[in-house]
């Protein structure tokens, strides 16, 4: 399989997939609820769920991208459901360590979040934040922050803010000419106190916490700090002295240092977690046999790291990594895909044989939880959602979705390692104990029970059995002959690089020999002493063309040739005593005419030569000379 382009985002999310998602919470759907944007759509749900993953899951998705909320509705709605379901707990850490980061960065510039301000993505919040502010440093910080990426938002809101509005109440504090410098210095104690309180504490300090004593206000942190945090453990340490400058550093700098010190180990917890999910659902991918890219997708995220494994389990294993391709496995229509280009009874072809734009984009599927069983698998036209593979009377069809229990289950397909001992075979829900099979190019919910005409027993197995491969795949001509041609693919072996192209000529390198297509000649072999000799001339350059035969043995049994598409005609012969030598045009046209090697001339020798004013070709027992001047060609024996 060659893969051409990447397949397109997924569109929107369907009126069937809204109404799914609804389900899922026990909502019935109202228009209005339907009518709704996807962004919106999530936003209605998170406001009526109650489960804290499908809360938190929701939240992440409205934090991100439209495309993340659909793929939320689609799939991660019901992924989420699961886990509260079975009380384990995945994205609600990650939703609050996020709303916690929010809430502590408005709360440091005295502003009171609302929960719908907490699910923003962080570039609308710290815009939302921008709007809000007066302070000059934090407005500067905050838009500086808006024009750059995710991290450098996450990083203000950490510090940031809280260092840009230390300045901006120092800055307000020191152009008080009124205030004496024991006020000043009262001040910023209180303003220090109330930063403390808000970024890490999460708490509107009272006027009663900003008059205590350093010492008591650390007291009043370590009441309300989590037990068994470094904040807290850093507050005992620090009572622990008589010192007051130890007092005014925890304050000032200890605290936030401690608080760091937390969230990094909530990080490294989190990371953990992360990777123990990423993991399950690899291993699960590579259990259910339909999920070859998923699988490798997860492999991919885990070697980039915590960041890399944050984003696969948020919107990477929802995204392309569930597109997939179906190849038939049975000798003869190898390389034929299961195609979905358009609605009504459902084939396989093997498609365009180059690749280009959009070729093979009518094979991509993507692979998504049964939509009458999760255990199971629904294959969903992967540019036409709501559009999935189904059998209604056995018949497979390539159908718009109704929305009806019936179709949910006809469209539903549960995965078996291959019935032929490789690849996956597809059982119908609907149909049980039948099989997806191809046969004559059509599909059908089959069993080998001969009981109708597509259940006839011969090659049900491999009619069964499909190999999946990923996006856009491409069956070239090179390809289909190696898979289906058993005998060539003994003798040239497995190939050793890419097909190549050069205009309309492709070709490819084997282990024993290279296959070259062309629309005219189709797939043919050229090895050994012959594929060097067609090299040195200068391969499909040289003039000869590119072959028209495999190579083949001589009708005297001794040597072997291969015949090219010359306009003119070409051929290049060996044997044992002559090697590889090419033969062409008007000399060849008259060694044919007299018998090829099985004339009295034998196998040439050589290759044309001009001697004078003719072109002259030895051969074993003679030579062919061809004037011209006047069209004459002659054979003369030795």
């Known amino acids: 399989m060659v893969k051409a382009e990447q397949p397109k985002a997924a569109a929107g999310a369907t009126l069937d997939d809204k109404l799914r998602a609804a389900s899922a919470l026990g909502i019935v759907a109202s228009n209005e609820l339907l009518v709704l944007s996807d962004r919106n759509f999530v936003f209605a749900l998170w406001r009526q769920a109650k ?3 499908v809360r938190a899951s929701a939240e992440l998705a409205l934090g991100g991208t439209d495309a993340d909320c659909t793929t939320w509705i689609k799939l991660g709605i019901h992924d989420a459901v699961k886990r509260d379901q079975a009380k384990e707990q995945r994205d609600a850490e990650a939703a609050r360590i996020a709303r916690e980061l929010k809430r502590n960065a408005a709360m440091m510039v005295g502003i009171e979040p609302t929960a719908e301000m907490l699910v923003l993505g962080y570039k609308d919040f710290v815009y939302d934040l921008w709007k809000r502010v007066s302070g000059p440093k934090v407005k ?5 922050a808006f024009g750059k990426d995710e991290a450098a938002q996450k990083a203000f809101l950490a510090e940031g803010i809280r260092k840009a509005h230390e300045q901006d109440q120092l800055d307000a504090i020191e152009k008080n000419q009124q205030a004496t410098e024991a006020e000043k210095a009262r001040q910023k104690a209180r303003a220090a106190k109330q ?19 350093d010492d008591n206000f650390i007291r009043e942190v370590w009441n309300r700090a989590k037990p068994d945090t470094e904040v807290q453990t850093a507050s005992v340490a620090a009572l622990r002295s008589s010192d007051p400058a130890v007092w005014k550093r925890f304050i000032d700098t200890g605290i936030y240092e401690a608080n760091n010190r937390d969230k990094a180990n909530e990080l490294r917890k989190q990371e953990e977690a992360d990777k123990r999910r990423l993991l399950e659902i690899q291993t699960k991918a590579e259990k259910s046999l339909v999920h070859p890219e998923l699988v490798d997708a997860a492999k991919a995220a885990l070697a980039a790291g915590p960041e890399g494994v944050s984003w696969f389990l948020r919107i990477g294993q929802y995204g392309a990594a569930l597109i997939q391709s179906l190849q038939s496995d049975t000798l003869g229509v190898r390389g034929w895909y299961i195609r979905n280009g358009s609605d009504g009874h459902a084939r396989i072809e093997p498609g365009k044989p180059v690749p280009g734009p959009g070729v093979g984009a009518d094979a ?4 998504v939880p049964g939509l009458a069983d999760t255990n199971c698998h629904s294959l969903e036209a992967a540019d036409r959602p ?3 593979l189904r059998q209604e009377n056995l018949r497979v069809l390539v159908a718009q979705s109704d929305g009806s229990e019936q179709f949910r289950r006809d469209a539903t397909w549960c995965s078996h390692p291959g019935l032929q001992g490789a690849g996956v075979s597809l059982e119908s829900l609907s149909a ?26 011969n090659v049900f197995e491999p009619d069964a059995s499909w190999r999946m491969h990923g996006s856009n795949p491409v069956s070239t001509g090179i390809l289909l002959r190696w898979l289906n041609d058993e005998s060539l693919r003994g003798r ?15 070709w490819r390198n084997y282990q024993q020999a290279r296959l070259y297509w062309t629309g005219a000649t189709g797939a043919q072999e050229i090895r050994g002493a012959i594929r060097e000799r067609y090299d040195a001339l200068g391969a499909h350059k040289s003039g000869l063309g590119v072959p028209i035969t495999d190579e083949l043995t001589t009708p ?4 072997r040739f291969n015949h090219l598409n010359r306009h003119d005609g070409a051929s290049i012969y060996w044997s044992p005593e002559t090697g590889a030598r090419a033969v062409y045009g008007t000399i060849r046209e008259r060694w044919a005419s007299l018998g090829w090697e099985r004339s009295y001339l034998g196998y040439p020798t050589g290759e044309e030569k001009k001697v004078g004013d003719l072109v002259v070709q030895e051969f074993q027992n003679g030579r062919i000379e061809h004037d011209p001047r006047t069209g004459r060609t002659t054979d003369i024996r030795k």
């Open 51 to 53: 489960g804290a993953e």
């Open 140 to 144: 500067a910080a905050a838009l500086e």
């Open 195 to 213: 930063r403390a309180m808000r970024q890490v504490l999460g708490v509107e300090p009272t006027e009663g916490m900003l008059e205590l004593s």
């Open 364 to 367: 991509n599927w993507r692979v």
């Open 386 to 388: 709501g559009v999935y």
């Open 432 to 457: 049980k104990g039948r099989f997806l099979r191809h046969i004559n190019s059509e599909l059908w919910a089959a069993n080998k029970s001969g009981e109708n005409w597509f259940d006839n027993p």
């Open 492 to 506: 040239v072996g497995n190939p050793v690089e890419e097909e190549k192209a050069d205009g309309d000529v492709r």
């Open 556 to 559: 005297d049994g001794i040597g």
